[in-house]
């Protein structure tokens, strides 16, 4: 099924927004601190509230009906206690999965993350491209109909990485993660052959950008790395507008975080929500409750 997980509910942006917009950036854990960023950077008058579904942490692996109940569940909840003008579905597999059903039930454009395609078959020189992602976001039809539609003259090899988003969200806990554990999920994006070698890596799992640092320090060759977060705040300026009034160097407010459990939220953690602008961090407590 085709779907567009970028657009807002309407093909067309929204009236003009002449107050301070509100917008809930949504994820099922610390992923879209990388769409925050951009967020912020786009809309740094805008009111940002970061929602973390960490209690379900992580979406993978839940059955697909379990899946859209629970996000169902959880953003009812946010968008009653928030009321945002537009929600970022910061994460791949709730947005191939969950969007549509967002938008029949709330009346409030939703922007959602598609794995950045299209880009990399135009960045590619070699014509070897890999798509690292999460299993699920592997397996949809959605993921290779982006292949077939956009990157049919390349050499396409998608990654199921089964731990890359609990190492990275251990490593922003301040746990230890190797290098070895990190190439162990990378290391298959890299391929060789007589034809050439990857030159462009897509990360479509919004987690993945966070340790993109660790990523070029332990490839064996340079790559152009993709990351899906400054479309999306693109995105969703086209659908909000721009800073309502803007001086150039406008500096963005303060985060409001909302966990629904904050059981993995230890010091370190907290230092680095601080570090990307969240300035207070809430609890909406919603237990995953698989029947």
Same mark, same amino acid.
């Given at each position: 099924?085709?779907?567009?997980?970028?657009?807002?509910?309407? /093909?067309?942006?929204?009236?003009?927004?002449?107050?301070?917009?509100?917008?809930?950036?949504?994820?099922?854990?610390?992923?879209?601190?990388?769409?925050?960023?951009?967020?912020?950077?786009?809309?740094?008058?805008?009111?940002?509230?970061?929602?973390?579904?960490?209690?379900?942490?992580?979406?993978?692996?839940?059955?697909?009906?379990?899946?859209?109940?629970?996000?169902?569940?959880?953003?009812?909840?946010?968008?009653?206690?928030?009321?945002?003008?537009?929600?970022?579905?910061?994460?791949?597999? *709730?947005?191939?999965?969950?969007?549509?059903?967002?938008?029949?039930?709330?009346?409030?454009?939703?922007?959602?993350?598609?794995?950045?395609?299209?880009?990399?078959?135009?960045?590619?020189?070699?014509?070897?491209?890999?798509?690292?992602?999460?299993?699920?976001?592997?397996?949809?039809?959605?993921?290779?109909?982006?292949?077939?539609?956009?990157?049919?003259?390349? /050499?396409?090899?998608?990654?199921?990485?089964?731990?890359?988003?609990?190492?990275?969200?251990?490593?922003?806990?301040?746990?230890?993660?190797?290098?070895?554990?990190? &190439?162990?999920?990378?290391?298959?994006?890299?391929?060789?052959?007589?034809?050439?070698?990857?030159?462009?890596?897509?990360?479509?799992?919004?987690?993945?950008?966070?340790?993109?640092?660790?990523?070029?320090?332990?490839?064996? &060759?340079?790559?152009? &790395?993709?990351?899906?977060?400054?479309?999306?705040?693109?995105?969703?300026?086209?659908?909000?507008?721009?800073?309502?009034?803007?001086?150039?160097?406008?500096?963005?407010?303060?985060?409001?975080?909302?966990?629904?459990?904050?059981?993995?939220?230890?010091?370190?953690?907290?230092? *680095?929500?601080?570090?990307?602008?969240? *300035?207070?961090? *809430?609890?909406?407590?919603?237990?995953?409750?698989?029947?």
């Amino acid at each position: 099924m085709r779907f567009d997980l970028m657009a807002g509910t309407a /093909a067309a942006p929204l009236a003009p927004i002449t107050r301070t917009p509100v917008v809930l950036v949504f994820d099922s854990g610390l992923g879209g601190l990388t769409v925050l960023a951009e967020v912020r950077r786009a809309r740094p008058d805008a009111r940002v509230v970061y929602a973390a579904d960490d209690a379900a942490f992580p979406y993978g692996g839940l059955a697909e009906p379990v899946l859209v109940e629970r996000v169902l569940a959880v953003m009812q909840r946010l968008i009653a206690l928030h009321a945002p003008d537009l929600v970022v579905v910061a994460c791949n597999t *709730a947005s191939t999965l969950v969007l549509p059903a967002l938008r029949r039930r709330f009346d409030i454009p939703f922007v959602g993350t598609v794995p950045p395609i299209k880009p990399a078959a135009a960045a590619t020189r070699s014509g070897l491209v890999s798509v690292l992602a999460t299993p699920g976001t592997v397996r949809r039809d959605y993921t290779r109909d982006l292949v077939e539609t956009y990157a049919a003259g390349c /050499a396409v090899t998608l990654v199921g990485a089964t731990g890359l988003a609990s190492l990275t969200e251990a490593a922003l806990s301040g746990l230890p993660v190797s290098d070895a554990d990190l &190439w162990a999920e990378i290391g298959p994006c890299f391929v060789e052959g007589a034809a050439g070698r990857t030159d462009v890596v897509v990360l479509a799992c919004t987690h993945y950008p966070l340790l993109l640092a660790r990523y070029q320090a332990i490839a064996p &060759w340079p790559v152009t &790395w993709i990351d899906p977060a400054p479309a999306i705040a693109r995105r969703m300026t086209q659908l909000i507008g721009g800073p309502v009034r803007s001086t150039g160097d406008d500096v963005p407010g303060p985060v409001l975080a909302a966990f629904t459990s904050g059981d993995r939220l230890t010091p370190a953690l907290r230092t *680095a929500l601080a570090d990307r602008g969240i *300035a207070e961090v *809430a609890f909406e407590a919603m237990p995953l409750v698989l029947q």
